[in-house]
């Protein structure tokens, strides 16, 4: 990219007999690079990310726990320290949002059953919280009547300030990332996920870890453009923009390995 530098169980859920996937990333042993990062794998899911390499995660963060969910059109890396997600990943096109734009929106939130119960986010984490159950994989993108109910599981939720949720992110970030999809000549992978300041005392919902900020990456390989959608997560006006290597900076993720 030149401007980048470059167990299968069968869950019941929701009414929907849905195939999920899981694997701990804990239990395929990987070691750290010279660079300190750690690759993830999703091997039942690899197609979602550009040229199936999925993202390379700092050494503490999978030292801390991490688990590699794949569902029917997005992935998940979730947390346990957070009980929520590290990221979602997705391929879009505009033949998938054609799919997508006549799924009914179900709202039926629940927990991840795949997760352990003491790294699961739940539903009463986040009742009386102040926070909406914010979609990372957004429910609007998904293709199918079974993706659209494993995008309410709070796996793939973080707490999100209601104005922003309903205001900011649903408006400037998720549906101008459609509609840019919508004109792109081809696949466009899109990573989402919560970022933590350090320098800000860690403050929950129930025992679910409250993003500082949340992004969106933004990756066309056809025409080589990429950026990132920045936004506190409080009431803002408009997303910030950030590039590729801002964001790597910032989170220490290699979200697309073979071009970092």
């Not at 739940?122 to 494993?150: K, N, V």
């Amino acid at each position: 990219m030149k401007k980048l530098l470059s167990a299968l169980p069968l869950v019941i859920a929701l009414g929907y007999a849905v195939i999920e996937h899981y694997s701990p990333v804990a239990s395929a042993a990987p070691t750290a690079s010279a660079s300190g990062t750690v690759a993830t794998r999703f091997r039942d899911c690899a197609s979602l990310f550009y040229q199936q390499q999925s993202p390379q995660i700092p050494a503490p963060l999978q030292a801390d726990g991490v688990r590699e969910l794949c569902f029917d059109d997005f992935a998940v890396l979730h947390s346990s320290s957070t009980h929520s997600p590290v990221f979602a990943a997705e391929k879009l096109s505009a033949h998938s949002l054609s799919d997508a734009s006549d799924e009914k929106r179900t709202d039926r939130f629940y927990e991840e059953a795949r997760l352990p119960s003491a790294e699961r986010g739940r539903l009463e984490d986040y009742r009386g919280s102040g926070y909406d159950r914010g979609h990372m994989a957004a429910a609007a993108q998904r293709t199918t009547p079974e993706a659209m109910a494993q995008s309410f599981s709070l796996a793939n939720m973080v707490p999100q300030a209601p104005e922003n949720n309903r205001g900011v992110w649903a408006r400037a970030v998720e549906a101008a990332t459609r509609k840019y999809v919508q004109r792109a000549g081809g696949e466009v992978f899109v990573i989402t996920g919560p970022y933590y300041d350090s320098q800000v005392a860690p403050h929950y919902a129930g025992q679910v870890r409250v993003p500082d900020a949340l992004y969106k990456l933004v990756f066309d390989p056809g025409s080589g453009k990429s950026w990132v959608y920045w936004t506190a997560n409080t009431n803002v006006r408009k997303p910030e923009r950030l590039s590729y290597g801002e964001l790597v900076q910032r989170t220490g993720i290699h979200y697309f390995p073979n071009l970092s």
